[in-house]
């Protein structure tokens, strides 16, 4: 049996026009981060990045759980530091590549999103919730800082003061709740958490997905930048933005009183 063979598909993909929808699937782990599942959504990612057809990427989870983070049994016999430092430069392999990547990601979170899988919800750029989403970082009951870029991203979304509270108290986190203070961009019914995840990543994708992609990159660096050195950003990321073929079918569309088609524009040229 070769390694193909013996590893079970836990990362699926699906193509659904100009959208790929990545979703986990290890439900009996409650899709934990597990080395084979990150590795898989490596995968995947790399796959969405190398095609320019893909123009959005919805993320989601099949059965009740979203992620429940890392397996608690792995992170305890394999904590030696040479591994543990090993692990973390493997991010590179899958977690910074989804949030580096150029185009909208939307996340799609029913159940809970534990730990690492917090973490794996908050790098996405729109984030969608079910009515049964729970949010939790608990990294702290184990003894252990927040990880997965937890300690990046939760301080830059809903600010340090309600961080540092939600992280230091182990506090759980509703649906509604992280949409009071911003957190998810929408709740509805868990029935109906895919068809408007997907309806808001197609929304997305039929939108000038290249100047997202450089304000995307622009705006992760906003937070430690001067207000000069951001201006330079926007004067180059504008020079960039305006030689492709998306800018002239949208200020054209615009001159011309019509509906843009920026896929048709990015495509033709």
């Not at 919730?129 to 252990?144: D, I, W």
């Not at 937070?223 to 949208?250: C, K, N, V, W």
Request: glycine share 10%; with cysteine; hydrophobic share 45%.
């Amino acid at each position: 049996m070769n390694a193909a063979e013996a590893t079970p598909t836990l990362v699926r993909t699906e193509r659904r026009g100009g959208v790929m929808v990545i979703t986990l699937d290890d439900p009996p782990t409650r899709n934990s981060l597990t080395n084979p599942l990150r590795a898989q959504l490596g995968a995947a990612v790399a796959e969405a990045e190398a095609d320019r057809s893909v123009r959005a990427v919805l993320v989601n989870a099949r059965g009740p759980t979203f992620c429940a983070g890392g397996n608690l049994e792995s992170i305890r016999d394999d904590s030696a530091p040479w591994n543990v430092h090993q692990r973390f430069r493997r991010f590179t392999q899958w977690l910074f590549p989804l949030i580096w990547l150029d185009r909208p990601v939307v996340m799609a979170v029913q159940g809970q999103a534990v730990g690492g899988g917090l973490g794996l919800a908050l790098t996405g750029d729109l984030l969608v919730a079910g009515e049964s989403a729970v949010f939790m970082a608990g990294f702290f009951r184990l003894g252990v800082i927040p990880d997965i870029g937890v300690m990046y991203h939760l301080p830059r979304l809903i600010g340090m003061a309600r961080a540092k509270r939600f992280l230091f108290e182990n506090a759980t986190m509703t649906a509604r709740e992280a949409h009071e203070i911003g957190l998810v961009a929408h709740v509805v019914p868990d029935a109906q958490l895919q068809e408007e995840a997907f309806a808001r990543a197609e929304r997305l994708a039929a939108g000038p997905t290249a100047a997202m992609g450089l304000g995307k990159q622009f705006m992760a660096r906003s937070f430690e930048t001067s207000l000069l050195d951001m201006f330079g950003y926007e004067g180059l990321g504008q020079i960039l933005a305006m030689t492709h073929p998306e800018f002239r079918e949208g200020i054209g569309a615009m001159i011309d009183k019509r509906k843009p088609d920026f896929p048709g524009a990015a495509q033709g040229g």
